[in-house]
């Protein structure tokens, strides 16, 4: 199949601004849209950067997606603000609502911001490392369409309910823990489908309620939540942050943007941002984190490990060696891309 082929961020991200003004979204827009995707992929997040730009598109074109969509904020605290996205693209509505939160956090030292009728947003973790960029802790957390049942359930009510943490972290970089909730996802099934392997023991029950290996089997079935009763919760508390509290869809309704022709997908975001600097120093606090990262890289590494490393340590290499090298994509993918309208992804960058 032959080596990736390295694009350069700038070209990505011009591409993904022409593929979307073509279907009516604004420049300004779009860019906020394309900046977020890249920021996923430049993370090593290949399956929620461009990848998502297909199912994205689809929409806008059958108009299950408002590619000019009018924003309608509203506050009952001056640091909690509500964003009606009107079923416009997710990742315009997350970044708009995180920096809602960053702003009212610089103002009030916390910010919080809940988004009702939106849609799939791609990488929770970009959005929570705006706040990390600005001296905040950011905490994201976004429901999706029912494909995980709950624990003791055979039938689903919870999405892949993503949860992100960003921490600054000094002269390191950034903390980012950004995981789904279940314990695996309906594409890694369909890519173990496609292959003829069978996915591990505890991602998913078949039809018939017990648990399954068999790819075919699991997609008729339910995905499992991570750690059992634990992960169950953690899933049941994403979706009541971003969907109970916020008015989004909630409890199953929600609807993937991907597939459903029935009515607007109805995906709820939850942001908060709070400075570090509310508690301590900021130098202080510094320092004080610092001398955490240095204890745990300081600990013996288990069989099988090279390094003790944090969340969002792996990501943040790989973004430096993407940022000056570029973005690995297959040809496949971006015969894909140029095929939508991004033309201006080449030329490459020689590896």
Known sequence: MGEPTRIRADLARNAAIDILVARGVPAVDASKVADALIAAD???????????????????????????????????FPWATRLDADN????????????????????????????VRSNHFGAAGVYAAMAA???CIGIVAANASAVAAPHGATRP?????????AVPAG????????????????KKVRKALEDGREIPSGWALGPDGRPTTDPAEALKGVMLPFAGAKGSGLSLVVDILSGVLTGAEFGGRVLSVMTNQDRE??????????????????????????????????????AGFDAVTYPGERSARI????????????????ATLVALGGGRLRPPVDA
């Open 171 to 186: 002269r390191f970089a950034p903390l980012v823990l950004d995981m789904a909730t279940s314990e695996g996802s309906r």
């Open 133 to 135: 960029e600005r001296g």
């Open 319 to 334: 973004r430096a060696d993407r940022a000056a090298f570029g973005i690995p994509m297959t040809e496949a993918r971006i």
């Open 265 to 302: 997908s109805g995906n709820g975001h939850f942001m908060l941002a709070f400075k570090v600097s509310a508690f301590i120093d900021e130098a202080e606090y510094s320092g004080r984190i610092e001398t955490e990262i240095e204890r745990l890289h300081a600990l013996p590494a288990a």
């Open 88 to 115: 416009g693209l997710g990742p315009l509505a997350a970044s708009e609502a995180m920096a809602t939160a960053i702003a009212s956090a610089e103002t009030f030292g916390i910010g919080a911001a809940g988004v």
């Open 157 to 165: 009510l919870l999405g892949t309910n993503p949860l992100a943490v």
């Open 42 to 76: 430049l993370r090593g997040i290949d399956t929620h950067g461009l990848a998502c730009l297909g199912d994205y598109v689809l929409a806008l074109e059958e108009g299950r997606i408002a590619a000019t969509p009018k924003f309608q904020v509203s506050q009952r």
